[in-house]
């Protein structure tokens, strides 16, 4: 009968201490996870997860008649359901890596899929996120194919102007950066989530103001830019552009580089969000995700020679626009050559 446990080779105590190094590894690089409505991951549930927002009440216009009572109002609520899925991978090693290597390698191991782990969970967030159906294009053009302008500020404005219209609240507490489920309070903001090549073209907009220039620079978040009107921005090289999606020119990058050509131009994508737009399952608390370690030292009928060994993760994730009116997606170009 085998002595393993469901960790692999490693006793719950020492998972949970690989499971926090995991996490520690990669919380810094996740981008998406700060600003969605947390819903933990709890055992022995349905692969079903859902949020529930409850909607807003009619105006009470009429006055009241003297000694009569109204009728109220009934609660109402919207649902929005989503459906878990697995995520995992694994890194083999052989019996002689782990004999002769002179790096701690299992150690590196799991440090890179914690880095896998995160890139994994935003990469499906940014996904969800990016479908959203409330869509802008930059400098007011009709289709993604006829994108061939960076952002502007008349953007930003419209953005907001639609955020306030619809009742969107700003974000005034955000998932901490740690391995364990908790909150930090921030000043209240909408936020822009973009890539780290729409920069130059951000900090070329007037009246953007650079994290450099803050009063506290000390309480930007990780990625954070700086600020244009009333949205906090924040870059990382996760949010993709759709490549060669664009208008045909050679001002604007293409394919990533700077084309001499006439080419259809990236088109990338700004995230706004406001509070509650989008909901997740935190990549934090225990059992987030499961870290697997098998040590090459146990013969098996598949590996009778014990040459093989694995470090492996896994994880149950999923993601869901709960708001589209709080959640906007503008479309835009990268400046090929900025000065």
């Not at 440090?111 to 935003?122: F, H, I, K, P, S």
């Not at 006829?146 to 502007?152: A, E, G, M, Q, Y």
């Amino acid at each position: 009968m085998s002595n393993r446990t469901s960790y692999g080779d490693i006793s719950p105590r020492t998972a949970g201490k690989a499971m926090k190094r995991l996490l520690r590894r990669g919380q810094h690089l996740m981008v998406v996870e700060r600003f969605g409505q947390k819903d933990p991951l709890r055992k022995n549930q349905t692969k079903t997860v859902k949020w529930r927002r409850y909607n807003s009440l009619a105006r009470a216009s009429a006055p009241l008649a003297e000694g009569i009572t109204p009728k109220g109002k009934r609660l109402t609520y919207t649902d929005v359901n989503a459906t878990l899925e697995q995520y995992g991978d694994l890194i083999e090693l052989t019996d002689v890596i782990a004999d002769t290597h002179e790096d701690p390698v299992f150690k590196e191991s799991m440090d890179l899929c914690g880095e896998q782990a995160a890139e994994t969970v935003e990469e499906l967030r940014i996904s969800v996120t990016k479908a959203g159906t409330n869509v802008f294009y930059a400098d007011g053009v009709a289709t993604r194919a006829t994108v061939n302008s960076p952002p502007t500020r008349g953007d930003f404005r419209k953005i907001y102007r639609m955020f306030k219209k619809n009742k969107a609240r700003e974000i005034s507490k955000i998932i901490r950066a740690t391995d364990k489920i908790s909150t930090q309070p921030v000043e209240p903001a909408y936020f822009c989530m973009g890539h780290t090549d729409l920069k130059a073209d951000l900090r070329d907009i007037p009246g953007f103001l650079p994290v450099a220039q803050y009063a506290d620079s000390s309480k930007a978040l990780p990625g954070e830019a700086g600020t244009l009107e009333e949205f906090r921005i924040i870059l990382t090289a996760m949010f993709e552009p759709w490549e060669a999606a664009g208008y045909a020119g050679t001002t604007y990058l293409s394919g990533g580089i700077a084309v001499a050509a006439a080419t259809a131009c990236d088109v990338y994508p700004l995230i706004f969000v406001a509070r509650d737009a989008y909901g997740i399952v935190p990549l934090q608390g225990f059992e987030a995700v499961v870290p697997y370690v098998i040590n090459p030292d146990k013969p098996t009928k598949s590996d009778p020679l014990a040459q093989l060994g694995y470090v492996a993760w896994k994880t149950y994730q999923t993601a869901a626009i709960l708001n589209n009116n709080w959640l906007a997606r503008l479309e835009c170009g990268a400046t090929a050559n900025p000065e």
